[in-house]
């Protein structure tokens, strides 16, 4: 925690004194005359949008608004090795079953484990989560190796006291045998990220790559091989560690692919030289010891890149390597096929080389070995399947060609069948494809029938490296299980459509494949199995369970949600309401749960939101229903959202929570506004404002209808302005709903007075605020702003009052005391040596060199001064109680208005900073409605880079930051004694955050809602 006196803490402040000698303003500040109690009084501000005025930080944040395997249905668990001579290679994955359970890794909520005991019935009886991305893992003796990547953690550093951040690959060794209570028994960093892994024997590998990007790691490029000794569970170990730098100046090399027999691996990946004449690097590792010691071995040169494990094999003592040089703008190199004599790991001799002949230049897309045979795909937009015969290893000879539309992206061998996945945008009947190929005779390869599926386009969940662990085959049901997701358009003529994703099933049989139906998945589909007559099919989301009697019609029978999707959350009264968005089905849907249990992934409640757009032509399935605003009362929510395919109109609907089990739709209608409204107030440059586009008064919504004209160009200066270059007048509303009778309800416009622009809204009770401001008509560098209050206390019949003419746009209002906090606008306008002296002194500013062809030596400074003003607001008059300078040499990126506190998010100018102090950013918080006198304290932020402050709650500003995802709060409750303090970590960035007391609800997206304590 960091404290903060004030006494230092306005350095900002200071700035502006010292920047201020020698400055001429061009228009005045503010001016005030005589203010009796009957007459109305006269401020007239600077113009901050008039042509001379008007700042340059066009695109800027600146503007101050808030804003396969084989016949086992499912991966099993491996019971330990042997300790033989053979020593038994295992392959890790997301899933494993043993003894009645499910063993699941989901990149959003980490380890579940899920009791699949009895049939039709999924409980979950466990669950680890962890801050990093889960890879892969397996389960022996009772303890899950849980392997991540992004694993991310602050070193403390104790020689200078300091903390570092660092990313790395974790390992942890996790005892499940008490399923309910998950205990981490070790855990071991590795390097960079993890490429692959094997656990042979008593010992697990792991491959890791850095690419010398990532935080914390080696600046330089490099593959580590690291060993664990995981025989005994009580005594995991870290053996032996081998690393290799990588020789690749470029950078266009990526994690590491890896094949692996009982006594050794073969670690290699893209790499690039700068020519057209790419290879790889085979690095030969001897893992033969039992116990886990590496050994380096030697290394080969294959002639091109190795993209995939399957380029690689070992097979009868000969290493086998099928390449093409070059990268994928590259395809005029012909791939070759190598034959390596393996000795031992030290020694490997060239042994063979074909090159393949090639109907015309293409690039290798797959490859796969099947004993004393290999199998190639290249492809352009038709895909060659190339046969090779490796019986004679020092000559392989390539036999059969068969031509084929699209490409293969893994090959499954079964005798002399293969089985294939791959792709084929061009086919009416989906993107996808499952193929099955007769290799019976080389020389003459044939397709016996291919079967197409996963809309107009399609994708696989895993990377070639692990595509098999995807691809189930049953070969004693004769089914196939394939987990996809994919894309179909509409033809409503919108170019909308909708993301899909599942489980397609096939039957196959030695001649034919014969395409079933679809079980459908929530959330990206990753694997399929079978287990007790039901088929399980999991993603990252969920675990759905599926009868499959009628393949073509598989009917759910039971889901589990492992994560939600959470891009809003609200509370009302015992209540959380959660708006959730399926990204791979567009299935929106409002999820209700009990305030003591916000996170829990089951709801009390769930609500299908898709007939709320069913009905509206080319909505694209209600995509905006996902980021829709959010609102409750009592017993109902509100949902506000956007109509994409036409910007005229804004949806509302009202949902009945009267029972958290069955939430329903009470009413939906179409409202004749733009759906601008939904959003904060328009960008106007050097204007600050608070608020936000729509504010509530209990069973009341109010919104912001502005058509707000952006001047980043000169052609918003109309015509009629006399040639005075005045902006166009802004036409702007209130649209009042009354949904005090949730079933009807209804709708209010009250045109709001005509002026350049009106800020954001604020609300006070049952009073909503706002400013605008209008040009004085003889010189529009000037301007008066008026304050505009709208009482609707009763929605039907809203009360206007009387426009009151105040210095400035409004930043805070206290209904109580009947003040207003302001600020005010001076342009100034001076000679600068050159655009550094400029931009020294105002950090937003326009610089106008004289010799317009370059920017360098002197020329015209304008830039815009602000005040913060109190006021004492009348019912027709405003008097001015206090003022206080804001600095110049800072930009004000945002404003948020709390409890008698204004917060403002400040950095200095990047352009003429000498130091990170001078650029760095720093939280600027005024007061001074209660006490009527304006106090300024500042807080230096310089690790808010990564970060944006969310919200304000009473006198606290909420911050979010992004690397690494976290919550911190700054307690502005004592202005003598600032407090800055993160509060807690998350899995992923939050852009939106809800307080409930002390307790901060994080919508987290795809990694759902997290809670952070607030409190001391």
Request: proline content about 5%; charged content about 20%.
């Amino acid at each position: 925690m960091t404290f903060l006196s004030r006494t230092y803490a306005r350095w900002l402040v200071l700035a502006t004194a010292a920047a201020s000698a020698g400055l001429t303003g061009c228009q005045g500040g503010s001016t005030t005359g005589p203010s009796p109690d009957d007459a109305q009084t006269d401020f007239i501000s600077g113009n901050p949008r008039n042509p001379g005025g008007r700042d340059n930080s066009e695109g800027d944040d600146a503007g101050g608004s808030t804003g396969a395997g084989g016949g086992a249905g499912a991966p099993t668990a491996d019971d330990g090795g042997d300790g033989g001579a053979e020593r038994a290679i295992t392959e890790a994955d997301i899933i494993q079953v043993h003894d009645g359970k499910l063993y699941a890794l989901s990149q959003y909520s980490g380890l579940s484990i899920i009791d699949i005991s009895r049939r039709d019935r999924l409980r979950l009886v466990g669950r680890y989560e962890a801050s990093g991305i889960p890879f892969e893992m397996y389960l022996r003796d009772g303890v899950v190796y849980a392997m991540f990547s992004s694993w991310g953690q602050y070193l403390y550093n104790e020689a200078d006291g300091s903390y570092t951040f660092e990313q790395t690959s974790r390992i942890e060794a996790l005892d499940v045998s008490d399923p309910a209570n998950i205990a981490s028994i070790g855990s071991f960093n590795l390097p960079g990220s993890i490429s692959d892994s094997r656990i042979v024997g008593d010992v697990l590998y792991a491959v890791t790559f850095e690419d010398g990007y990532c935080w914390g790691c080696s600046g330089t490029r490099n593959t580590t091989v690291t060993s664990l000794a995981v025989g005994d569970p009580a005594e995991i170990t870290v053996v032996d560690q081998l690393t290799y730098d990588d020789e690749d100046p470029y950078g266009y090399g990526w994690q590491r692919s890896v094949s692996v027999t009982a006594d050794r691996m073969y670690v290699a990946g893209i790499e690039w030289n700068g020519t057209d004449e790419g290879h790889s690097t085979i690095q030969v590792i001897d893992i033969s010891d039992p116990g886990g010691d590496l050994v380096e071995g030697t290394s080969v040169e294959a002639v091109g890149q190795i993209q995939s494990r399957w380029q690689m094999d070992e097979h009868e003592g000969v290493l086998r390597v099928i390449s093409q040089p070059g990268l994928w703008w590259n395809n005029a190199a012909k791939p070759g096929v190598q034959t390596f004599t393996v000795a031992s790991s030290q020694e490997l001799t060239p042994l063979g080389y074909t090159e393949l002949t090639l109907p015309r230049p293409e690039s290798l897309r797959s490859v796969r070995f099947d004993g004393d045979r290999a199998y190639a795909i290249t492809a352009e937009q038709t895909d060659p399947l190339f046969t090779i015969d490796l019986s004679d290893p020092e000559n392989p000879a390539q036999l059969g060609e068969l031509e084929m539309p699209g490409w293969v992206y893994h090959m499954e061998p079964r005798g002399d069948r293969v089985l294939a996945l791959g792709f084929d945008n061009a086919a009416a009947e989906g993107a996808l494809h499952v193929s099955l190929f007769d290799v019976s005779d080389l020389a003459n390869p044939t397709m016996l029938e291919r079967v197409h599926f996963g809309g107009d386009w399609g994708s696989f969940a895993e990377d070639q490296d692990r595509i098999h662990k995807a691809f189930t085959i049953l070969d004693d049901l004769g089914a196939l299980l394939v987990p996809f997701s994919g894309w179909e358009y509409d033809e409503n003529g919108y170019g909308c459509g909708a993301y899909r994703s599942g489980i397609q099933l096939i039957d196959f049989t030695a001649d034919t494949l014969t395409k079933r139906g679809v079980a459908p998945a929530r959330g990206q589909a990753r694997r399929a199995f079978v287990h007790d007559e039901r088929l399980f099919a999991v993603s990252d989301q969920e675990v759905g369970t599926f009868s499959i009697d009628d393949r073509d019609a598989p009917v759910a029978t039971a889901d589990l949600a492992l994560a939600t999707v959470v891009s809003n959350a609200v509370t009302t009264g015992d209540l959380v309401v959660r708006m959730s968005a399926d990204w791979w089905t567009n299935r929106a849907q409002l999820e209700v749960v009990s305030a003591a249990d916000p996170t829990r992934a089951e709801p009390l409640g769930r609500l299908d939101l898709s007939t709320l757009t069913s009905e509206s032509q080319g909505d694209c399935y209600g995509s905006g229903l996902a980021e829709a605003r959010v609102f409750t009362h009592g017993q109902h929510a509100y949902l506000l959202w956007p109509t994409y395919t036409d910007w005229t109109k804004t949806n509302l609907a009202v949902i009945d929570l009267t029972n958290p089990a069955a939430p329903r739709i009470a009413s939906q209608r179409e409202l004749p506004f733009s759906s601008n409204a939904l959003y904060a107030g328009g960008y106007y440059g050097a204007v600050l404002q608070a608020g936000d586009a729509v504010v509530q008064a209990g069973s009341t919504l109010v919104l912001r209808n502005a058509n707000d004209t952006y001047y980043y160009y000169d052609d918003v200066y109309y015509e009629g302005s006399s040639g005075t270059g005045a902006p166009k007048p802004s036409e702007a509303s209130l649209e009042i709903i009354d949904l005090s009778n949730p079933s009807s309800p209804a709708h209010r416009t009250v045109a709001l007075p005509e002026g350049a622009g009106h800020t954001a809204l604020l609300i006070d009770g049952t009073t909503v605020l706002t400013s605008h401001w209008v040009p004085l008509p003889d010189d529009p560098s000037r301007a008066r702003f008026y304050l505009d209050r709208i009482d609707v206390a009763d929605p039907s019949a809203p009360v206007v009052r009387t426009p009151v003419n105040v210095p400035g746009s409004l930043l805070a209002f206290d209904g109580a005391s009947r003040r207003a906090l302001t600020v005010d606008y001076e342009t100034v306008e001076f000679a600068a040596a050159d655009y550094a002296a400029c931009y020294g002194v105002f950090a937003e500013a326009r610089f106008e060199p004289t010799n317009q062809e370059s920017w360098e030596g002197p020329g015209v400074c304008t830039g815009t001064r602000r005040t913060l003003k109190l006021l004492d607001v009348g019912d027709t008059t405003a008097r001015l109680r206090d003022e206080s300078s804001l600095p110049d040499n800072r930009r004000i990126a945002q404003v948020l208005a709390g409890d008698d506190r204004v917060f403002m998010y400040t950095a200095g100018n990047y352009i003429v900073a000498d130091s990170d102090r001078e650029s760095s950013t720093g939280i600027l918080v005024a007061s001074g409605l209660e006490a009527g006198s304006i106090d300024v304290a500042t807080q230096p932020l310089e690790d808010l880079d990564y970060g944006w402050p969310i919200l304000a709650d009473d006198a606290r500003l909420v911050i979010a930051s992004y690397n690494p995802p976290s919550i911190a709060v700054l307690d502005a409750a004592d202005l003598d004694e600032l407090t800055y303090e993160t509060k807690g970590e998350l899995s992923s960035y939050t852009h939106r955050v809800t307080i409930s007391g002390d307790r901060a609800l994080c919508s987290l997206g795809h990694y759902g809602l997290e809670i952070v304590d607030l409190g001391d």
